[in-house]
């Protein structure tokens, strides 16, 4: 029988001389750094998966038409996808800016910054009282959540022993599953006290939850150091000058490449999960809904059974994800990151079209969603493990968050043009929202155009 702590590390190269499996290199303040940043990326997650769960019933209460009455499930599709599109553009924006600050300043400080914002920020969405206080309260979340990744990141990838680094970095995506799938629980949780009649909204509650997170700022602030390679770098005069300089990631070739590089990879991604796979779980709502309705059930146990529907499929699409993220850290050890990029985006273009196209009854989430999961979201992993590869420890936090949030500004463009093809191209159809997911995911093609112009990264030390 192989040895478990075989497979558990790959074979010895450059940066990884030593044998044995890659946690025995752990400290405590290993295990400690990863904790906290994992609890950030965590949280983060928690009040995006919040928002994707509460984006419908938010927009069915806040939408209305000149006489008053309900708004058509089209255009709270489409309105849903256009709050998606302006979250993505503070997420971008907040990512660039905080990228910078992050090795400027410090990723301890600045990871402290992002979580204070974003969980602040959803608290405040839940006071929205139409579409547009709603967005710009979303436009100023995704400011903070689009800090959070880079910096945290970039501040695992330096503090970690050199092969302990991308598996650790994979498990750090694998634990923000825990967020998601813990918003999950809460959507499920809030459909059942409407249910009861508790509560006649569950969207509100659920964003007041979402501000809990800033509670972990205190742990940041008062235990947490800044990496020993960032302290060196801000000390070298030689270095001081291009901390967090895009003018410095520009002027050399090789690192302007690596940037647009990663910005493609990460662009594919994004439009992949924020414009087709997170609208999967609204296909699902949607119908549960024509279900119920046909069958004359009540409206309070149409918006609770949805609302529960829709927690499952979250719940079952990171269930899987756990896995995919994990999974992704290994096969990147041993294949390398080129070909482990490669089976990812063709797995995810697979499984999510086998979603759209076949998703016809609420129990198929239970397989179908975990699969896509896996699938979809191990690219994830891909983008933590690889993006520190490319840059020096000066210009870390500034490249990653220019490949993971400038791709989010034409990736914006995904919800909305969803959105689009829901309200106005497919708007005749039974299902508008099945047909515009199926026509967007040629998507992942891209990622597979691009992978031949990415460098080999596998068993190389980071930059200094």
Known sequence: MADLAAFSSPPPSDDSPNQGPWYREMKGYHWFVLGVAALGWLFDCLDQQLFILARQPAMAELLTTADGSPVAKATIDAYAGYATSIFLI??????????????????????????????FCTGLSALSTCFLDFAFYRFLTGLGVGGEFAVGVALVAEVMPGRARPYTLSLLQALSAVGNISAAFIAMYMG???????????WRPMFVVGALPALLALVIRYRLKEPEQWEQA????????????????????????????????????VVGLWAIVF????LLGNIVERTMTEEG?????IKGTVAQWKGVASLCLNLGAAAGMFGFGILAQYLGRRPAFAIGFIAAGFTTIGVFQNLQRPEQ??????IMGFCMLSLFAGYAIYFPE???????????????????????AGPALLGLLTEKV??????????AGLSMCSIFLLGLLVLPFAPETKGQPLPD
């Open 390 to 412: 490319l840059f020096p420890t000066r210009l870390r936090s500034t490249g990653i968050s220019f490949c993971y949030n400038v791709g989010r500004f034409v990736a914006a």
């Open 279 to 282: 609208f999967s779980m609204d």
């Open 426 to 435: 497919f708007a005749a159809h039974p299902e508008p929202l099945r047909m």
């Open 192 to 202: 059942s006290l409407v249910q009861q009649g508790v509560i006649t909204s569950t």
């Open 90 to 119: 503070g997420w971008a924006t907040g990512g660039l800016f905080f990228g910078v600050l992050g090795d400027r300043i410090g990723r301890a400080k600045t990871m402290m910054i992002t979580i204070l914002m974003y969980s």
């Open 297 to 301: 059930a009540a409206s309070a146990d």
């Open 365 to 370: 989430a239970y397989y179908m969603f975990p």
């Open 234 to 269: 801000q000390h070298d005069e030689t270095v001081t000058k291009e901390l967090g300089s895009y003018r410095a990631l520009f002027r050399d070739p090789k690192l302007r490449k690596n940037a647009f590089v990663g910005l493609a990879l990460a662009f594919v991604g």
